[in-house]
């Protein structure tokens, strides 16, 4: 699905609706994290926290209907303005048959000077739908804003310009750790460089080792910390490593055995692509793993993918207890 839009930065975003409040906005993109912080910057301006549960409408495309547009028409209790926000928009489409997008439609033609209206959507393949649609979502009269998460290239000037903000460096292959584990996950990516901002604190600068050290004691860094042993072929470290993961995951709800085969099995492909076309393997996924590469011959790589199947058959097939079928395969990568 494709949306009329204008593309921008989240920054410039913000600058807009700082200086003016439009009627009606239609937030879409693949980056969730901007598209929430967004929304709930249009509700910090308008909304006061008392008065939440008066002036403020949540709901969802399946749900939207006539008398909720109405309800904007009316005088806020306390705020600037009654703040109507619809979530998952794209549903809508699956109610075209009602008409409800012509009445947003119509609304947006004359709107109400006491409301604002936020339209959430995200992409959705058409075969998703219940109704084939007989048009793409998208509305007149409406300030569109794109929120797409960044290129592999942005990642890095996103680290540094929020480093920058913060007031504090940190070691080029921090960033690039940073960037290989969390990639465009703009949310899991903020949220780790406060937590190793505060972990260094009252230090300034940031290092490789200080990034490393946070890792260990996350979900994401235990399973790259877990490829990066089998691939040195620390067999010890790595089963240590493979139990905290499981801790981790008990806790969280994280990775099952599956998605850790998954990950391990991702690590050997880019291992057996830099090991066959090293003039292709450029960027932050093949940074850390150049050393190991030396340690692995071709053959080796491809023995390590049937070691892996034959893990993931005997999952899928119950021939064997998850858990106990990974660190049987880890120990035999080690030898």
Not at 23 to 39: H, M
Not at 170 to 183: P, S
């Amino acid at each position: 699905m494709s949306y009329p839009s204008k593309k921008n930065s989240y920054e410039s975003y913000i600058t807009e609706l700082q200086k003016d409040i439009k009627p009606a906005y239609l937030i879409i993109g693949d980056d969730g994290f901007s598209k929430t912080k967004f929304v709930e910057y249009i509700e910090k301006q308008l909304i006061k926290p008392d008065f939440r549960s008066i002036d403020r409408l949540l709901t969802y495309g399946d749900e939207i209907n006539e008398n909720m547009l109405s309800w904007l028409w009316l005088m806020p209790f306390a705020s600037k303005k009654r703040l109507l926000i619809v979530r998952g928009a794209e549903v809508m489409l699956e109610k075209e048959y009602a008409g409800i997008t012509s009445k947003i439609q119509s609304y947006l033609d004359k709107p109400s000077f006491s409301g604002v209206l936020v339209i959430v959507a995200e992409p959705l393949p058409r075969n998703k739908l219940k109704y084939k649609p007989k048009k793409e979502l998208s509305f007149n009269n409406i300030e569109t804003c794109e929120f797409k998460k960044l290129d592999k290239g942005d990642i890095g000037d996103t680290i540094r310009r929020k480093l920058r903000n913060e007031k504090v460096t940190m070691e080029k292959e921090g960033i690039e750790l940073l960037k290989e584990i969390f990639g465009n996950d703009l949310n899991m990516l903020r949220t780790e460089i406060d937590k190793i901002i505060s972990f260094v604190a009252p230090s300034k600068d940031i290092k490789l080792s200080d990034v490393e050290a946070m890792q260990s004691y996350s979900l994401e860094g235990s399973i790259y910390n877990l490829t990066r042993s089998i691939g040195k072929r620390e067999r010890t470290k790595a089963i240590e490593t493979l139990e905290l993961l499981l801790n981790l995951r008990e806790k969280s709800g994280g990775e099952k055995a599956t998605g850790v085969l998954w990950e391990i099995n991702k690590y050997f492909e880019n291992l057996l692509k830099l090991k066959t076309h090293p003039e292709e393997c450029k960027g932050g996924k093949f940074y850390y793993i150049r050393g190991d590469a030396s340690l692995w011959e071709e053959r080796s790589i491809v023995n390590a993918f049937a070691k892996i199947f034959d893990a993931e058959f005997a999952i899928k097939t119950g021939k064997g207890e998850p858990d106990l079928v990974v660190t049987k395969l880890i120990y035999n990568l080690c030898s």
